[in-house]
């Protein structure tokens, strides 16, 4: 009777990459916001045998490149999944432990220790994956953050250290000098390229890094941050791009272009969120020449914003994709709401005393009231189609078609 190890080698390995895959590993959690991992029955396939171990491992450690990130902040691993969007895999007490790690990355800081700490030296680590895209997440998250507190990464220091688990960890070490390919080193190190003027950066580890490597790492880390004008004229020049495509009926490239924008001037959009970072990095007045020489940059990012909603709600409508569009249009209307004090989901009891008189974007906010009444209309929803447009009306009281709209719905008594 045949046995597993008498079927050829190659149908062997793939057998092992099904069951050893980080995406055969994990579950989505029920929110649908991030994966919960466990190797846990899959490994147990380490201890049939000698050969069947040997033969795993290595397609194991193929498919799945860990990375070991150590913070002096125990709260950091929070910030990284919910608002980094990144799967941990383990942040309990056995990451301190783990050593399959391929990168370790330890962050530490010169930032006085807080009061009532048993251990003001302490790290805290967490392991993730590289295959996945969370290894960038992770310094895409890092690198909002010191976008968002502009003096944060002159107070860090950041080590990266390379390993190969692949000897180090086996009960069976294969002799030979550790080896990474250059490939992997570029994909473990070049993420860090996004971290800009930190205090201290050092690598080290049991494998030595190609220069060339690291001679592109230390050139992209060196580059430095966009200033606030060059933003806001990048993303204007994307949206200018996403309106000529909405002229032509490219609806779809159009919301890619507007999305493409809104990410020049950080922020994120996602399937169904919009994250904005970057308040005090934008918290100046442009004095160097050009379109917006001697505006204040928070003002112009603001409308640009505004600017950018109503247009991508425009082409969802295009598009007839009325969820879309009245899930865009709600965001700013929710945010505005919130920020005069109102109920976010119902806004004013008048509606017109809902429109903020002054607002630099007065005409824009008109517009993205306007649209999303006219998708909620679409969808049925008259009663909420309505109460927008009274306040799209106290934006833009001589619009005819907001008006006429209003007189409309109002005859049918909403």
């Known amino acids: 009777m045949p046995t597993f190890l008498s079927i050829p080698a190659e149908l062997r390995n793939q057998i092992y990459s099904y069951l050893l895959s980080p995406y055969t590993n994990r579950d989505l959690l029920e929110d649908g916001s991030s994966y919960i991992y466990s190797y846990t029955q899959s490994l147990a396939i380490f201890r049939v045998n000698r050969q069947i171990y040997l033969e795993s491992r290595k397609v194991f450690h193929q498919l799945n490149t860990f990375v070991r990130i150590s913070t002096p902040w125990q709260q950091a691993k929070y910030h990284v999944a919910l608002d980094g969007q990144v799967d941990i895999l383990d942040d309990t ?13 330890t962050i530490n800081a010169i930032y006085p220790p807080p009061e009532n700490v048993d251990n003001p030296q302490a790290l805290f680590p967490f392991i993730i994956l590289l295959e996945t895209g969370d290894l960038d997440r992770f310094c895409r998250s890092w690198f909002y953050s010191s976008v968002t507190m502009p003096y944060l990464n002159s107070h860090l220091m950041l080590n990266l250290s390379l390993h190969d688990p692949y000897v ?99 922020i994120v959009i996602g399937p169904r969120t919009r994250r904005v970072y970057g308040d005090p990095f934008f918290d100046k007045t442009i004095r160097t020449p050009g379109p917006f020489k001697d505006q204040h940059a928070g003002q112009a990012r603001i409308l640009l914003r505004v600017r950018l909603v109503a247009n991508t709600i425009l082409a969802y409508l295009k598009l007839q994709d009325f969820h879309m569009a009245v899930l865009t249009g709600m965001r700013t209307i929710r945010l505005m ?59 833009l009281p001589h619009d005819k078609t907001i008006k006429q709209e209003l007189e409309a719905s109002v005859a049918k008594r909403v």
């Open 93 to 105: 007490p056995r990451a301190d432990k783990f050593n399959l790690h391929t990168l370790s990355v």
């Open 168 to 266: 180090s960890s086996s009960p069976f070490p294969i002799a030979g000098e550790p080896h990474l390919p250059k490939q992997k080193q570029s994909l473990l190190l070049q993420p860090f390229g996004q971290i800009k003027d930190l205090r201290e950066f050092t690598i080290e580890g049991d494998i030595t890094v190609y220069p060339s490597v690291q001679k592109s790492l230390k050139a992209e880390m060196d580059i430095p941050l966009d200033p606030p004008e060059k933003c806001l004229e990048k993303a204007t020049e994307l949206k200018d791009l996403g309106n000529a495509a909405l002229l032509s009926g490219k609806y779809n490239e159009a919301i890619e272009f507007y999305n493409k924008a809104f990410l020049a001037i950080h």
């Open 337 to 395: 709401r919130a920020s005069i004090g109102l109920d976010e989901d119902n806004g004013a009891f008048d509606g017109a005393m809902e429109a903020m008189s002054g607002f630099i974007g007065s005409g824009e906010m008109g517009k993205i009231y306007f649209r999303t009444a006219m998708a909620y209309k679409a969808l049925n929803r008259r009663a909420e189609a309505k109460k927008l447009l009274t306040v799209a009306s106290a934006y």
